[in-house]
């Protein structure tokens, strides 16, 4: 059984740690890797600035996903699940709860920068190609931009 519940302080670095794994599952090199890392990497003011909450199964956190309202507009600007994990739902439940807190925060639309090899979930998940957007790691690198149009929001506990 999985639960969701609000990020913690002391876990950032581990979260950190499970984003780059997540991440490494698409064959990238070391160096492509180290350049993701500050942006893969969670501070202590993202969890006052942003919405923050991990999985947890079997009393170990094993997805997390983050997602910043601006407005009438969402950013999820993270959703990772462990490598072994892929699959289960665990991405699924993430990314359902991001798509809720930002509907209940008064978003009427998610913005999805995602990557590559992850654009196929995001659509299967009802998300639409919208552009392109420049990565924020790597120089030159364009990313699918991805866009999902929230429903009328019901309130979600914090």
Known sequence: MIQLRDARQSELAGLSELCLRSKAVWGYDDAFMIACRTELTLRPDELQSTYLQVAIRDCTVVGLAQVKVAGTDADLLKLFVEPALSGSGVGRLLFEWAA??????????????????AAPFYEHMGARHAGLAPSQ???GRMLPRMQMELEKATALPR
Do not use: H, Q, Y
């Open 100 to 117: 809720a807190r930002a509907k209940s925060l008064g978003a009427v639309r998610m913005i999805i920068e995602a990557d590559p090899g």
């Open 137 to 139: 790691s790597i120089p």
